[in-house]
């Protein structure tokens, strides 16, 4: 029976555990010696965000979060603590990994709509993420299996948060942590592992 007993980074030095989560979006190709993975189903799902600041000596534009929708489409302003504003996000499929121009045009049109003073700020970032989604953008999570079908002991997959992944986080967190200690985490485990189970888009013969 395979069994994962930690991680040999790419400098030939090996981190020891009795458990391993993979959480890396988007890549988990980066990794050799892994059971055929699930991730193959990913896609991904690209998003433009917008960093913004205030002039310096400015009073706060936001001391919230502000959510709303544009014709339509979403858009958020998130203010941090150091004045900058965050704004975004796009959501779009297609083969641009940098940042869409007409996506950034949406951002800053759809801002100021919600909050006109947008149009003071300084703009100090443009960049786009790729986002790890899945056929039916519901996240996979669960322990990986050997090519014989049997559960890979300490090798657990935890992806696919699609566009939603920071909201999700804590609960795939909660669940992922569950499966280590065997743990309740206060939801119903069974339910969400059998809604992420990994391989539910992988038929057998």
Do not use: K
Not at 71 to 94: F, K, Q
């Amino acid at each position: 029976m395979a069994t994962a007993g930690g991680v040999e980074l790419a400098v030939g030095s090996r981190i020891a555990s009795r458990h391993t989560i993979l959480a890396t979006g988007l890549r988990s190709d980066l990794f050799s010696g892994l059971p055929a993975s699930p991730a193959a189903v990913l896609r991904p799902v690209h998003g433009d965000i917008l960093r913004a600041r205030l002039p310096e000596g400015s009073a706060p534009l936001l001391e919230r979060t502000i959510r709303g929708v544009v014709n339509g489409v979403p858009i958020y302003l998130v203010p941090r603590a150091d004045g900058e504003i965050v704004i975004g996000a796009t959501s779009r499929e297609d083969d641009l990994a940098g940042a869409s121009a007409g996506g950034v045009y949406r951002l800053l049109r759809d801002a100021q709509t919600l909050v006109p003073a947008v149009c003071d700020l300084e703009l100090v970032e443009v960049m786009a993420r790729a986002r790890p989604g899945t056929p039916d953008d519901v996240p996979l999570l669960g322990r990986l299996r050997d090519g014989d079908g049997a559960g890979v002991p300490g090798l657990i997959l935890a992806t696919g948060g699609f566009r939603h992944g920071v909201l999700l986080a804590p609960l795939l967190a909660d669940a992922a942590a569950a499966l280590v200690t065997g743990d309740s985490p206060g939801t119903d485990l069974a339910g969400v592992l059998r809604a992420t189970d990994p391989y539910r888009f992988h038929t057998t013969d």
